[in-house]
């Protein structure tokens, strides 16, 4: 093998050297020959560096690795920099960049190809770094993969480990969550904060401000890794391989951004076992021999169980206890103490407020001001109001399951806007060929948006990736037609299945969201509306409105349906005494009320679960619609009322 730097020895790994040498050595010659290899480690000294163009070039290349964010701001989508998975400078074993250089080009099955430096680089900008590629024959990558070769210039290095071999001392051991986010809040929340989102002195490490799901560092075993080598940063190595495993597990659990085109991955259908998404080479290979993809996630798993009762994450327990009312005709937002059921706010906030919607990382409650063409911010913590934000069309609002991307949905203008979810600025709008769009439901697998439109009686599927409208499905093409008025549209807990209230229909379609066609149609109520799962997931509590119009008359003949969706069975039907009209709302934290909105009684409703009973009738203002209910268990808010996992 010829050498790509002068000096460099392909020999094996530097630790193998000192084992061997030990063996038959005093123990000062171990000591010397540890010191050896600590030396190797370190690689050559900065006063190494030569003068001139290529001195420029390395000096320039370090900067690039160790401020990567600041120096290449249009290729960094988060809060990291190269240095933040190789500490040190690159020095440490796990993560050193000492003799990388030599380890290029290699095969790796990931991309099933003999990747040069140049392409991983480059595949970690776009994974750990969630941005874009810079040009290879650039002067940034020059640069760069000079100073690799500078670090490993004259250090014995090895030749690329196969089959993960630092990775299997994990094997065989169970990660336990509950365990992890104890060691977390010990041992790693005063670097990396309690709510994983960093601070001053360490990176996040979930979260929108993360690595994506398509780094390794997203696999389960390679953080563990990581963290028993490197972490906690001031006492490395003081951690057991089951309590970084743990710790890993509960990073991982959380919310990251997505990584498009990540099915593509290992395309020879041979992906590691802590991969955490599925992969299209192994869905085909499972389907021919009619096994499950051992990469996908089960649908035995329900898609809200880390919405559980009180299962609340650091940044929704510390919010006040509060139900926000947007009035729609008064242009206001009426707050309710949950504890005493009383109005203690009134909040003025732009023209035709339609819902408050909780953001993807709980910071925010935003008020969509449709009739305003603005969002009105509300910290959830404090209560304290923001200065409105201009976004046109605001009927209601959506995020991404990465978290990549917030989604207005501008009714009036037949469009579904991608916006950056922190400061809403508009990135992509997408034109759509239907009328009255307004609510959505996100595929399992967070590739595609199922978006119900309710003045033409359709619904439309959206791939996420491409941000293409890919199929329009009229929903009750031989009875309703385009009469059909589809409304609020929510998952089965398993994925299979999205149910989809309508107000004309009275009741609920039920569609496949793979096939993308209609399934069944279960008979609910008059005027069906808003559908909400039971903390526990076994029920689906559907409220009716009462009219089948957009516009209805006092005490009408609303209720509350029970569903079961694993049956398809209705269990209950809650009725209003006197007459009401139940629309949007959502459970309490511990599952235990439903608050619904009186849409044209200008009131709020709050049931018992337990018993379907009425508890109170709390007076608000004209036009009550999308109420959020505050705080929500789960690990990321998907938007509209708080729809979440």
Not at 49 to 73: E, M, Q
Not at 102 to 109: G, I, L, N, V
Not at 292 to 318: F, Q, V
Request: with cysteine; proline share 8%; glycine share 10%.
């Amino acid at each position: 093998m010829v050498d790509r730097v002068s000096g460099l020895v392909l020999v094996t790994l530097a630790s193998a050297l000192v084992l061997t040498e030990g063996a038959c050595s005093d123990q000062g010659g171990a000591r010397r020959n540890a010191t050896n290899a600590q030396a190797a480690l370190r690689g050559p000294a900065d006063s190494a560096i030569p003068d001139g163009p290529l001195g420029a070039a390395i000096v320039r290349g370090r900067a690039l690795l160790l401020a990567t964010r600041d120096s290449l701001p249009e290729h960094v989508g988060n809060a990291l920099r190269c240095a933040s998975c190789h500490l040190d400078e690159g020095r440490r074993p796990n993560g050193s960049w000492v003799g990388v250089y030599a380890r290029y080009p290699q095969y790796r099955s990931r991309s099933n190809t003999v990747e040069t430096i140049e392409y991983r680089i480059n595949d970690c900008l776009q994974r750990s770094l969630n941005g874009k590629p810079v040009p290879v024959d650039g002067p940034d990558m020059r640069d760069m993969v000079s100073f690799l070769a500078f670090r490993s210039r004259g250090v014995a290095v090895a030749l690329p480990q196969a089959g993960g071999a630092r990775l299997q001392r994990f094997v065989g051991l169970t990660p336990d969550t509950a365990a992890g986010a104890a060691i977390y809040a010990s041992a790693c929340g005063k670097c990396h904060g309690g709510d994983g989102q960093g601070t001053p002195i360490g990176p996040p490490v979930w979260g929108p401000r993360s690595y994506n799901i398509g780094a390794g560092m997203a696999r389960i075993r390679t953080a563990a890794s990581f963290i028993r080598d490197n972490m906690p940063f001031d006492a490395p190595g003081s951690l057991t391989d089951q309590q970084a495993l743990d710790v890993a597990a509960i990073m991982n659990a959380r919310p990251r951004p997505d990584y498009p085109g990540k099915e593509y991955d290992w395309p020879l259908g041979d992906p590691p076992p802590d991969v955490a998404y599925p992969t299209l080479a192994l869905q085909r290979q499972s389907r021919a021999s009619g096994a499950d993809a051992r990469s996908a996630p089960p649908h035995t798993e329900s898609l809200y169980a880390d919405a559980g009762a009180n299962m609340l994450s650091a940044a929704a327990a510390r919010a006040l206890p509060r139900a926000y009312v947007p009035n729609d005709k008064d242009g206001t937002v009426s707050v309710i103490d949950l504890r005493t059921y009383g109005v203690i706010q009134t909040i003025r906030t732009g023209a035709r407020p339609e819902h408050v919607v909780p953001s993807y990382d709980f910071t925010t409650l935003w008020v969509t001001n449709n009739g305003g063409s603005s969002l009105t911010p509300i910290d959830p913590i404090t209560g304290k109001v923001g200065p409105n934000v201009a976004v046109d069309d605001p009927y209601n609002l959506y995020f991404t399951p990465s978290g990549r991307h917030a989604i207005v949905v501008a009714e009036a203008r037949q469009r579904l806007d991608f916006r950056d979810p922190h400061t809403m600025a508009l990135e992509t709008s997408v034109p759509v060929d239907c009328k009255g769009v307004d609510h959505m439901e996100f595929t399992r697998d967070g590739r595609y948006a199922i978006a119900t439109c309710e003045f033409s009686g359709q619904v439309l599927k959206l791939d996420l990736v491409s941000q293409k409208v890919i199929g329009y499905l009229l929903l009750d093409p031989d009875r309703l037609g385009t009469r059909a008025m589809p409304q609020d549209i929510r998952s089965s807990p398993d994925g299979r299945v999205f149910y989809v209230a309508d107000m004309m229909a009275d009741g609920v379609f039920l569609i496949d969201p793979d096939r993308f066609e209609r399934i069944g149609f279960i008979a609910i109520g008059k005027g069906t509306h808003g559908i909400y799962p039971s903390r526990d997931a076994t029920l689906l509590y559907v409220s009716n409105r009462g009219w089948n119009t957009v516009t209805g008359g006092r005490h009408g003949p609303g209720s509350v349906t029970v569903l079961d969706p694993a049956t398809r069975h209705i269990l209950a039907t809650w009725q209003i005494l006197g007459g009401g009209s139940p629309d949007m709302g959502n459970l309490t934290a511990d599952g235990k009320e439903l608050w619904l909105t009186g849409r044209y009684d200008a009131e709020v409703y709050v049931f018992e679960t337990a018993s379907g009973r009425l508890t109170h009738r709390i007076k608000v203002g004209h036009g009550p619609h999308g109420m959020t209910v505050w705080p929500q268990p789960g690990r990321y808010s998907l938007g509209h009322t708080g729809n979440m996992r």
